[in-house]
């Protein structure tokens, strides 16, 4: 993938090794009133002092960027870069504005508005806080399920991505919805619908990036269907050594999840990635 010489997004937090990490302290309502209070007798940005308590009720310190050698870290930094560029190009032709969430970086375990996250369950996006989490241990997690190379890391990045937009559209909100008067095997049908949408997404982000900027090379689409065949609920099942159970299933069939990927690759249309006709 031809990723180095791209723009370096500035929405990273980097909590690895407890450094700057947020660690949760709630801050209620009256607390904000003191905080812009304060702001304006200091001369301070207001709306600095609400980014930095966040959308998810917690105080959060501005993270500084992960550092220029650390080289997993800064190609996060510019794949994130470019799903910025990328939807905010796609929202404009629709007459909106894209905003961008904001990716953590974290070490085993993180706190988010969302509850804790562990490493083991893999990057994941919290609607509460408009932020995605990843553990850069993933990278390894990734080769060892078969689906070694960049691309293969920018194609789950995308996908996370894919459910920050979901979140901005409403999708997310009236699948919670659906699913909270819906049987379980209904409710994991839905959620199976709004990740393989969020894999149509990721391909719909390769189709547009490479059309405006050519970061695909030779061997990078093999690899992001690898990753997406990869994460399939029937191939993680029968490696952890069970039975397929199709209602059980969350996100999809591995041929389900390249099916996805592939048409949002080929047909780069947010209308082709209606997964829930």
């Known amino acids: 993938m031809r990723w180095r010489q791209g723009r370096r997004s500035t929405n990273i937090e980097d909590r690895r090794g407890g450094r700057g990490g947020r660690r949760g302290v709630k801050v209620g309502g009256g607390m904000v009133v003191l905080a812009l209070l304060a702001a304006l007798l200091l001369g301070e940005d207001p709306g600095q002092v609400l980014d930095l308590l966040g959308g ?12 220029a ?3 997993e870290a800064d190609f996060v930094s510019v ?9 905010s190009a796609l929202f404009a032709s629709y007459g ?8 953590v970086l974290y070490d085993d375990v993180v706190q988010s508005a969302c509850g ?11 609607p509460g806080d408009h932020r ?11 080769q060892r399920l078969g689906a070694p190379g960049d691309f293969a890391v920018a194609y789950v990045i995308a996908h996370e991505i894919g459910h920050h937009v979901q979140n901005l559209v ?7 919805r659906l699913q909270s008067r819906a049987s379980r095997a209904q409710a994991n049908a839905l959620s199976v619908k709004m990740e393989l949408q969020a894999d149509c997404y990721a391909g719909l982000w390769a189709r547009h990036a490479n059309d405006a900027r050519r970061i695909l090379e030779e061997g990078d689409v093999e690899e992001g269907l690898a990753a997406a065949a990869a994460v399939g609920d029937d191939r993680l099942q029968q490696m952890a050594g069970g039975r397929v159970q199709p209602d059980a299933f969350t996100h999809g069939t591995s041929q389900q999840r390249v099916q996805w ?3 949002g690759l080929q047909q780069g249309s947010l209308e082709a990635c209606d997964t829930f006709r």
């Not at 994130?80 to 990328?86: G, I, Q």
């Not at 909106?96 to 990716?103: D, F, K, S, T, V």
């Not at 804790?116 to 919290?126: D, I, M, N, R």
């Open 116 to 126: 804790l996250g562990e490493a083991a369950t893999g990057p994941f996006y919290c």
């Open 170 to 176: 409403g999708t997310e909100a009236e699948v919670r």
């Open 96 to 103: 909106e504005r894209y905003q961008p969430p904001r990716l």
């Open 56 to 67: 998810d009720g917690q105080a959060s310190l501005q993270q500084p960027a992960p550092p």
């Open 79 to 87: 794949v994130l870069a470019d799903t910025e560029d990328t939807w």
């Open 69 to 71: 050698n650390d080289a």
């Open 132 to 142: 995605v989490y990843l553990d850069l241990g993933f990278f390894r997690t990734l």
């Open 261 to 263: 990927f592939r048409t």
